[in-house]
Each structure stands twice: as structure tokens, then as C-alpha cells.
């Protein structure tokens, strides 16, 4: 976005389009009393209050318009639109189908008459526990 913008500060592009337009709008001055400012037809009066955004410091019209270029491409295009698809974006983590599965299982074993989750939901021969030698007299807390 910010190449884009600072595009035609670029010194070609500036010889090729800018001074070709520039060339082509030619200002007079018709003031015909000395004590009149010397304005031109084509210049623009700029307020004298005038704070800048931070994009351009010269021309309040430029600066203006790529201020909010850039709040719309950030808010509209970046918060909105990208809220959106992270909000509607499918399920990468499997949460949904976890979710899903431990009801079937749940409603499986209910119809089994098995309790929801077995006292020996893994097989007491593959558990290997420490001996009392081995904890000493480590406190052991339940």
C-alpha cells in the first residue's frame, strides 16, 4: 500500500507523467494592482491551521486522500473482511469432531450399560508402580 502511494514520488515517474502534466497547465497572474498578492488562477489556498497526517507535509489534498485510502484498506479490508474468514474458517484443530465422537462413545456405552468412563481405563498389568524402597519416605499426596 505505502509503495503504491509513494510511487509518484519516484523521480521517473515524476519526469515521465508529473512535468508532462505540469507542462500542460500553464498559471497566470491577473492581478493588475501592485498591492494585490501575487495569486495564481491554478493555485489553491491552503488553511493556515493545518496539520498533517504524516503521509504528505506539502499538498492537504494528498495527504487527505491517502490518509483515508489507508484507514479504509486497514480497517475495512484487514479488520473486517479478515475478522470474517478467522471467524468462518474451518475447524484445523478437530475441536468439532472430538466433540462429536465422545458423544457417540458416551451414547454407545450407554446403551451397552458400561459406566461412562471405565474404573480401568487402562489395564492395571501394564501400569508399572515404584516400590517402597524405591519412594523411601517420600510423602506422597493424593
Known amino acids: 500500500m505505502a509503495a503504491l502511494i509513494k510511487l509518484r514520488h519516484m523521480p521517473v515517474v515524476q519526469r515521465c507523467v508529473w512535468n508532462h502534466y505540469n507542462k500542460l497547465n500553464r498559471c497566470i497572474s491577473t492581478s493588475k494592482k501592485n498591492s494585490e498578492t501575487a495569486t495564481t488562477a491554478c493555485e489553491k489556498a ?3 491551521n493545518w496539520v498533517s497526517y504524516g503521509f504528505d507535509y506539502k499538498s ?3 495527504d487527505t ?3 483515508n485510502a489507508s484507514f479504509f484498506f486497514s480497517v475495512t479490508l484487514c479488520l473486517v473482511f479478515g475478522g470474517f474468514a478467522w ?3 474451518p475447524d484445523i484443530h478437530m475441536r468439532d469432531w472430538a466433540q462429536r465422537e465422545a458423544y457417540l462413545e458416551l451414547r454407545r456405552r450407554e446403551k451397552a450399560g458400561l459406566p461412562p468412563i471405565s474404573p480401568n481405563y487402562i489395564e492395571p498389568k501394564t501400569v508399572k508402580l515404584p516400590s517402597e524402597e524405591e519412594l ?3 510423602e506422597i499426596i493424593i
Open 46 to 48: 491552503e488553511d493556515k
Open 60 to 62: 492537504k489534498e494528498e
Open 65 to 67: 486522500n491517502v490518509h
Open 87 to 89: 471467524a468462518y474458517s
Open 136 to 138: 523411601c519416605d517420600v
